[in-house]
């Protein structure tokens, strides 16, 4: 069962509007939540997190917003750049803000950012 | 070293072969983890070790699967028997074991022929 799921594939914005890419989860006890962004043959890099006590964590550009009743968070870019383009993986945990860091990812929504 | 190390980069081997996949960690993070990422997929965990001991290994998917890290620092997986399906990117994070400061290597991508 894909406890943590990104529905769209893909996602392509033009330079400067803002990229909305979205998260659903189903297991009530992920308190704790993360983007990664992962560009071709590298390894995924942190990109910004939250935790189920907040509802909105802000990084200059990026904006992660999370709806607990709703099991949805979503992440903002705005402006986009091109160098933005990337595949985007949504990442959840269970472990109270103290454990270890086991995640369950998404599957990963690739944004393409058009000049 | 600057980052997480994995070597190979690429792995070819025939099934039913057996392969090792080597991590070498950030120095001084004692958390240390596998994962999986199959095509089209999200990274899946397989492992996580504190130090030099495994304190969950939920996540190997049977007895195939083995990971080390002997002395808390290099951790080596090895997949006994390959099949088709073990072809997949693996990869390993390493941390300071406090929250979630994952740095991830770029991953060993394995094919099984």
């Known amino acids: 069962d894909q406890q943590v799921k990104q529905n769209s594939p893909s996602l392509s914005v033009q330079e400067g509007r803002i990229s909305i890419l979205n998260c659903d989860y189903t297991?009530?006890?992920?308190?704790?939540f993360l983007w990664y962004k992962k560009y071709p043959a590298e390894g995924p890099t942190f990109l910004i997190s939250i935790s189920s006590i907040k509802d909105k964590n802000e990084d200059g550009r990026f904006t992660v917003f999370l709806n607990k009743s709703a099991k949805h968070l979503s992440l903002h870019i705005v402006p986009s750049q091109p160098g933005d383009s990337a595949v985007y993986f949504c990442a959840a945990s269970a472990g109270g803000g103290t454990s270890y860091g086991k995640l369950t990812f998404g599957q990963g929504t690739i944004l393409t950012v058009h000049p | 070293g600057a980052g997480v190390s994995q070597t190979p980069s690429n792995k070819v081997t025939e099934k039913g072969k057996y392969v090792e996949l080597r991590c070498d960690p950030i120095s001084g993070h004692t958390a240390l983890y596998w994962y999986r990422q199959s095509l089209g997929q999200g990274p899946e965990f397989l492992i996580y070790?504190?130090?030099?001991?495994?304190?969950?290994d939920s996540g190997l998917p049977n007895d195939r699967f083995f990971a080390v890290r002997p002395e808390g620092s290099v951790s080596t997986l090895k997949i006994q028997r390959t099949e088709r399906g073990d072809s997949a990117v693996y990869l390993c994070?390493?941390?300071?074991?406090?929250?979630?400061?994952?740095?991830f290597g770029s991953g060993t991508r394995l094919t099984v022929v």
């Open positions: 297991n009530s006890m992920f308190d704790y």
């Open positions: 070790f504190q130090g030099t001991g495994a304190a969950d």
């Open positions: 994070a390493s941390s300071t074991g406090q929250g979630y400061g994952y740095t």
